[in-house]
Nanobody, 124 residues
Framework: QVRLVESGGGSVQAGGSLRLSCATSQYSFGGYHCVGWFRQAPGKEREGIATIDSNGKTTYADSVQARFAISKDNARETIYLQMNSLSPEDTATYYC?????????????????WGQGTQVTVSS
């Protein structure tokens, strides 16, 4: 069973930054073609926001393009989500995922394995 553990969430004021991390154990991120980050705001459906494939190609949803950056450290078996210029609309629970489908259209994507989520709250 793949285990994904997110960290780095918290509360921040609008315009601030946070970096989320997601570590895996028992199975390497390198074994997946695509990994990524999703989020779910209260009362809304879960949405894919950023993906990275095994070659390092990154894709972003329009809502986070140019503000967020996904990266991965294969040696540390960790993926990251750097979030800049945060706004209250970014408030959500953020999930990392492995075995992401539709890697190059995050808005349509789903995944086989999920972390437990980490809360991000942005105040105005």
């Amino acid at each position: 069973q793949v285990r994904l553990v997110e960290s780095g969430g918290g509360s921040v004021q609008a315009g601030g930054s946070l970096r989320l991390s997601c570590a895996t154990s028992q199975y390497s991120f390198g074994g997946y073609h695509c990994v990524g980050w999703f989020r779910q705001a209260p009362g809304k459906e879960r949405e894919g926001i950023a993906t990275i494939d095994s070659n390092g190609k990154t894709t972003y949803a329009d809502s986070v393009q140019a503000r967020f950056a996904i990266s991965k450290d294969n040696a540390r078996e960790t993926i990251y989500l750097q979030m800049n210029s945060l706004s209250p609309e970014d408030t959500a629970t953020y999930y990392c995922a492995a075995g992401v489908h539709h890697c190059y259209t995050p808005q349509r994507s789903d995944a086989n394995f999920w972390g437990q989520g980490t809360q991000v709250t942005v105040s105005s």
